[in-house]
């Protein structure tokens, strides 16, 4: 199977799984992996998600062996081929707005299209044999969908026209320096400190998690005073009518820790 899931404690895992091409993504690979986190964005039981890779690396980006061309791709017309790349730009959006904590684990390679599914979520936690590079300008092609997007608002317009144009690979420790990604630990604890970080999300308010996506999201394009409105109406939603909200109170009166539900 290319991809692999689990369901745990709340904690849904998908585990990119072509190690033999350092996770390499396919046409196919992308249609499950987007039909999966579809059906997850929308699972009340699911509380946080995971995206990592099997063996050594996380994704090298879109597999261009050749082995997954379509019949009649050589033919296609360029308003089809940009219909079907938007169709798997459904994976950087879910990853991004799903009303849930999303993380993606990364040790080794993270190149391309694995490198914006990185991008897309929350947070990102890597081991110190992390390295990212775009590699777009390498294969001739301008990149994937929400990529710019992404890395503009995540790194800033500078960072991010240097990681297209100049396509230079970036180390885990440089990751970090430039905020690329938000825990860099040893290589061995990858995963120990991955269950940790998701435990911790799993069992916190999701609702409240839902509520501060969308405020951020909506944060990275809108005004001041739009956000501000968006930021109230969404506190009072919660105040008055999530039940974590009322728990923590009730928590911090007795002093004990909070019995988060999700909603």
Request: with cysteine.
């Amino acid at each position: 199977m290319s991809i692999l899931t689990a369901i745990d404690c709340g904690i849904a895992t998908m585990t990119l799984n072509r190690p033999e091409r350092l996770n390499a993504v396919t046409e196919k690979m992308l249609d499950e992996v987007a039909a999966t986190l579809q059906r997850w964005s929308t699972d009340a039981a699911i509380r946080c998600v995971v995206l990592t890779g099997s063996g050594r690396g996380f994704c090298a980006g879109y597999d261009l062996s050749g082995d997954d061309k379509k019949e009649g791709a050589e033919t296609m017309r360029a308003d089809e081929a940009a219909a079907r790349m938007m169709a798997h730009a459904e994976i950087p959006l879910l990853l991004h707005r799903m009303p849930k904590p999303t993380i993606a684990c990364v040790r080794g390679p993270a190149a391309g299209s694995g490198l914006v599914m990185a991008a897309a979520c929350d947070l990102r936690i890597a081991s110190r044999t992390a390295k990212f590079k775009l590699a777009f300008a390498s294969a001739g092609r301008c990149g994937d969908p929400g990529g710019s997007y992404l890395l503009t608002r995540l790194l800033g317009a500078a960072r991010a026209r240097e990681l297209f144009l100049l396509d230079e690979p970036v180390t885990g420790e440089a990751a970090l320096a430039i905020g690329l990604v938000n825990r860099l630990v040893d290589d061995t604890m990858l995963e120990t400190e991955c269950a940790a970080m998701a435990g911790k999300l799993a069992c916190g308010p999701t609702a409240a998690f839902a509520a501060m996506k969308r405020n951020l999201n909506a944060a990275e394009v809108g005004a001041l005073e739009e956000n501000m409105v968006m930021e109230a109406a969404s506190n009072a939603q919660i105040s008055l009518f999530s039940h974590d909200a009322g728990e923590a109170a009730r928590a911090f009166m007795e002093r004990r820790p909070p019995r988060f539900l999700g909603h």
